[in-house]
Nanobody, 123 residues
Framework: QVQLVESGGGLVQPGGSLRLSCAAS????????MGWYHQAPGKERELVAT???????NYADSVKGRFIISRDNAKKTVYLQMNSLKPEDTAVYYC?????????????????WGQGTLVTVSS
């Protein structure tokens, strides 16, 4: 079974930092784009940052200069380093991965979401 497992959320004071991790597991042939999205209460899910297999990155304007996305292809893991956190960053953060998985027979394209991890920025 292919899955994404997230970790690293929690409570942090304004100005603080957190690092989120998301590891993919299962019969994965290759992972293309990985990314992070967040959803605040009463709002729609929004893009935070994405990173391709060749390490090209894209950030939402609201996090540019504060958040850094990275990945370890050998570990099938994507990270989100969040610095200078603000109360408006409070949300559930979801990992996303677009991948090719092994099936019987052959392969198929699959897009997966993690279970979400809560980040609360409050004093």
């Amino acid at each position: 079974q292919v899955q994404l497992v997230e970790s690293g959320g929690g409570l942090v004071q304004p100005g603080g930092s957190l690092r989120l991790s998301c590891a993919a597991s299962g019969s994965i042939f290759g992972i293309n784009t990985m990314g992070w999205y967040h959803q605040a209460p009463g709002k729609e899910r929004e893009l935070v940052a994405t990173i391709t297999s060749s390490a090209d990155t894209n950030y939402a304007d609201s996090v540019k200069g504060r958040f850094i996305i990275s990945r370890d292809n050998a570990k099938k893991t994507v990270y989100l380093q969040m610095n200078s956190l603000k109360p408006e960053d409070t949300a559930v953060y979801y990992c996303n991965a677009k991948m090719v998985v092994e099936t019987t027979p052959g392969y198929k394209y699959l897009e997966l979401w993690g279970q979400g991890t809560l980040v609360t920025v409050s004093s």
